[in-house]
């Protein structure tokens, strides 16, 4: 790759040893995806985990003197507080771990907002930005509905570029790599939500590539909880971390636009028997349900209104978990959908 001066002053350990660590990790990405240069970034989210490899590489880099340029939002952790009042009593050795990765990510300067969908709120980029964004559900989202830029990053290189301001450029980041390449008509009846989870684990079933699929046959805009459904489900089914939706995602108002004088690799035709079939291997063969869990990724205030809106009056059969951000919570509470859900027996916790 070819350096400027700062990047090789950093490399010579003139600005330390923590942001020196963090670019030799970047170059070695670099170098593996034959990136010519290093781009600056304007943003960046880490999908901190609080998992001991992450809080020995947040650990590393903080006692390294390492600090963001970027200050990133983050996954979420574990909401020991809540857990321990309202659920269950988390064992010692997890309450200290969740500390440390507190108390690490605090020292670099990141943003602790513990939420997985920081593109619906507090880390939202513009067309064009070029950033820096692990997360499953959080690549695709922005890439794709808003039209930022980034590369399918982990944890690990998110806050290497958190720390050094700059990602190689390559992948994602190039126009000709956001082209379309596979086309897939949708015939089915994709009508609310959940469908579009569906969608998303049904097109890798049909296709293993990595290339951009283009999508045709959508007949009205997705919410922003329906694109946030197909995108996590397409990124964890098939590592999809861009797609376009003719008419609909900003990259892709015409199919010509979408593919950008590429050929169309492969053709894929999706059904309405094709979803049946695919919620069907994955609801597999239905037993007792123990507790239910809402929110991977986090859910939205309009989902936490529909769930307040049907368990109203009621009451929770089993243990039932909401997850959500802080200020969804706190949202949450201020229009009335905490006290239903609570009084249903359910529960809405922040940052886990």
């Known amino acids: 790759m070819k350096l400027n001066q700062r990047e090789k002053d950093i490399l010579a350990g003139k600005y330390g040893e923590g942001i020196q660590l963090a670019l030799e990790i970047q170059l070695g990405v670099g170098e593996t995806f034959d990136a010519d240069v290093f781009v ?17 590489f947040a650990e590393t880099l903080r006692d390294k003197g390492a600090k963001c340029i970027i200050p990133p939002t983050v996954n979420p952790s574990i909401n020991i507080q809540y857990l321990n009042e309202h ?10 771990r969740v ?37 499953s559900s959080a690549t695709p989202y922005v890439n794709s509905v808003l039209g930022a830029r980034t590369n399918r990053e982990s944890s690990q290189s998110a806050l290497c570029a958190a720390i050094t301001g700059v990602v190689p450029r390559y992948g994602y980041l190039l126009d000709e790599n ?25 097109y890798p079933e049909k296709y293993k590539g ?48 979408a593919f950008g004088g590429n050929e169309i690799k492969e053709k894929i035709i999706i059904t309405d028997k094709d979803l049946q079939e695919t919620r069907e291997r994955m609801a597999g063969d239905p037993k007792k349900v123990d507790v239910a ?42 229009m009335g959908y905490l006290d239903i859900v609570q009084r249903a027996g359910g529960h809405i916790i922040a940052g886990t």
Request: hydrophobic content about 40%; proline content about 6%.
């Open 293 to 334: 869990m809402f929110g991977c990724p986090h859910i939205s205030i309009r989902q936490v209104g529909i769930i307040a809106q049907i368990c109203e009056g009621k009451r929770f059969a089993i243990d039932t978990w909401l997850l959500t951000s802080a200020l969804t919570r706190e949202l949450a509470d201020q």
């Open 87 to 96: 659920l269950h009593e988390v064992p010692e050795a997890g309450v200290e």
């Open 178 to 202: 956001r082209k379309g390449e596979i086309l897939v008509e949708v015939q089915a009846d994709v009508k609310d939500d959940f469908d579009y989870q569906i969608l998303g684990w049904c």
């Open 99 to 135: 500390r440390r990765c507190h108390e690490a990510y605090k020292a670099l300067g990141a943003v602790l907002t513990y939420n997985c969908t920081p593109y619906l709120q507090q880390n939202v980029p513009a067309f064009g930005e070029v950033i820096a964004f692990s997360e």
């Open 40 to 56: 600056p970034i304007t943003r960046a989210h880490v999908a901190l985990s609080a998992q001991d490899a992450d809080v020995w």
């Open 210 to 257: 990595l290339e951009v699929p283009v999508f045709t046959g959508i007949k009205q805009r997705p919410t922003p909880e329906g694109f946030m459904n197909f995108g996590a489900q397409l990124n964890t089914s098939g590592a999809c971390g861009m797609y376009h939706m003719v008419g609909i995602t900003p990259e892709a108002p015409t199919l010509e636009a």
